[in-house]
T-cell receptor, first 111, second 115 residues
Framework: EAQVTQNPRYLITVTGKKLTVTCSQNMNHEYMSWYRQDPGLGLRQIYYSMNVEVTDKGDVPEGYKVSRKEKRNFPLILESPSPNQTSLYFC??????????FGPGTRLTVL | AQKITQTQPGMFVQEKEAVTLDCTYDTSDPSYGLFWYKQPSSGEMIFLIYQGSYDQQNATEGRYSLNFQKARKSANLVISASQLGDSAMYFCALRLKYNFNKFYFGSGTKLNVKP
């Protein structure tokens, strides 16, 4: 089954404690992205990747890091989380000619 | 700058009636794609329908159709014969062909279908 998986689905953490949200896709897609969703703001792109070792900033990259060492994986790293990073996070992947396929979302709370 | 605008934060529709969700966009790029996604209360993002900027006909997928008016830069989603399961958030998104990575999302419209 074609899918994008994210882990964990829910996470409560404290300010400053480094965390990683994993993302994996099994569709051999070149393009992968991370979004955050906040009420009234829709989805905002954090980082994206065009292929292995090729990443770039989206609209709201501050406080986040990513890496793309393998085509299927695109983890999101918060080195020092802060309360304003409390949000719903989505990973997505796509080819150049298709829609994006979204993961199930990760609900993050930073205390 | 690229931008997507959804002006209806919330809407109600009676079951079995049709409803139109508005979406306008702003881009100077001649080649782009427009997408609609549904987000039910469970949170997942579900792709509904796609319209390319050079497509001659409006896209349709089952009960969903996209009313594409290129000159007005609008891409409204029409849901025919609404069902209770259509109650959800709906997002319009713009993707530029010259930069496949960039998807711009509107702020969404929450649709409530009344029995």
């Amino acid at each position: 089954e074609a899918q994008v998986t994210q882990n964990p689905r829910y996470l409560i953490t404290v300010t400053g404690k480094k965390l990683t949200v994993t993302c994996s896709q099994n569709m051999n897609h070149e393009y992968m992205s991370w979004y955050r969703q906040d009420p009234g703001l829709g989805l905002r792109q954090i980082y994206y990747s065009m292929n292995v070792e090729v990443t770039d900033k989206g609209d709201v990259p501050e406080g986040y890091k990513v890496s793309r060492k393998e085509k299927r994986n695109f983890p999101l790293i918060l080195e020092s989380p802060s309360p304003n990073q409390t949000s719903l996070y989505f990973c997505a992947s796509s080819s150049s000619t298709d829609t994006q396929y979204f993961g199930p979302g990760t609900r993050l709370t930073v205390l | 700058a690229q931008k997507i605008t959804q002006t209806q934060p919330g809407m109600f529709v009676q079951e079995k009636e049709a409803v139109t969700l508005d979406c306008t966009y702003d881009t100077s790029d001649p080649s782009y794609g427009l997408f609609w996604y549904k987000q039910p209360s469970s949170g997942e993002m579900i792709f509904l329908i796609y319209q390319g900027s050079y497509d001659q006909q409006n896209a349709t997928e089952g009960r969903y159709s996209l009313n594409f008016q290129k000159a007005r830069k609008s891409a409204n989603l029409v849901i025919s014969a609404s069902q209770l399961g259509d109650s959800a958030m709906y997002f319009c998104a713009l993707r530029l062909k010259y930069n496949f990575n960039k998807f711009y999302f509107g702020s969404g419209t929450k649709l409530n279908v009344k029995p």
